[in-house]
């Protein structure tokens, strides 16, 4: 618990300092990261001309666990139409992310980032949080939280930027 007490106080401590945090309609901070489940490493440069959903998550955080599920159906209804999905890990301790994920089935690409180099490059305010990023490289919607009713207007985003030339 104390952890993640000095992981949120480090979130706020960053979110007023002097990182480039991302902004809609500004180009996504670029990273590399390695997937939490295996060596492979992911850039997000990679992903150009596709839609991305790139979400900041926590074990221990009851709202990412809710969102999981939900963002894993859009996943599996929308990839087929260049939707990608990259769920950076904020966990302190990798073995605490990877007892959560035994008790969910997800499909999209799961990243590890244990310095919160790539949190702190988007100016993370709050968990969860997620970045809706356009098949240009250009982020158009940030999400803070989760609620399940917001599960539709996310959809709505979704759908327009899929329909968006690249």
Not at 50 to 73: E, G, H, N, T
Not at 133 to 143: A, E, L, M, N, Y
């Amino acid at each position: 618990m104390k952890r993640n007490s000095i992981l949120a106080a480090a979130l706020l401590l960053a979110s007023g300092s002097a990182f480039a945090a991302a902004n809609t309609d500004a180009p996504a901070p670029a990273f590399s990261a390695p997937q939490l489940t295996s060596a492979t490493t992911v850039k997000l440069g990679d992903y150009r001309g596709k839609v991305v959903y790139l979400d900041f998550w926590a074990s221990w955080c009851p709202p990412c666990r809710a969102a999981f599920p939900q963002i894993d159906k859009l996943y599996g209804k929308y990839r087929g139409q260049g939707f990608e999905v990259l769920a950076v890990n904020q966990d302190m301790q990798r073995d605490d992310a990877l007892k959560f994920l035994n008790t969910q089935t997800v499909s999209f690409t799961l990243l590890a980032d244990p310095d919160s180099r790539i949190a702190e490059s988007y100016g993370l305010k709050a968990m969860p949080s997620a970045y809706l990023i356009d098949r240009k490289g250009v982020v158009r919607h940030i999400h803070r939280g989760f609620k399940e009713n917001s599960v539709a207007e996310l959809e709505a985003q979704l759908v327009a930027l899929l329909g968006e030339q690249p």
